[in-house]
């Protein structure tokens, strides 16, 4: 009996888990860093970006006094547009998401 399909998956699932490890690490080394906050979010965000891979990525930051979320840290080719960007509560899908505390996966956002 041939085991190689399953060896693979083994072998591909143990990577995918090292990979996490090394990103909680990173984010674990950029927390007890003693780095300002903004250098703090970028090395978060450097972390998350090796680990998935996007082509875009923010860090959205909720004002305390008007639930306003705002681009706090972003890795994109649009990065300009999508820094001064400001989302109110329900707008989109992070508005939606701080709305009601709760994750949504999707597969595709333009749907």
Do not use: F, Y
Request: hydrophobic fraction near 40%; include cysteine.
């Amino acid at each position: 009996m041939d085991n190689r399909p399953q060896d693979e998956d083994v072998v591909g699932e143990l990577e995918r888990c090292r990979q996490e490890v090394e990103t909680l690490a990173g984010v674990g080394r950029a927390l007890a860093a003693s780095l300002s906050l903004q250098e703090t979010l970028d090395a978060i965000l450097d972390q998350v970006r090796r680990l998935l891979g996007p082509e875009t990525l923010s860090l959205l930051l909720a004002d305390e006094q008007s639930g306003d979320l705002r681009c706090e840290v972003v890795v994109s080719p649009v990065a300009d547009r999508l820094q001064s960007m400001v989302i109110a509560p329900g707008e989109g899908i992070a508005g939606w998401v701080a709305e009601h505390g709760e994750h949504l996966l999707l597969d595709d956002v333009r749907k």
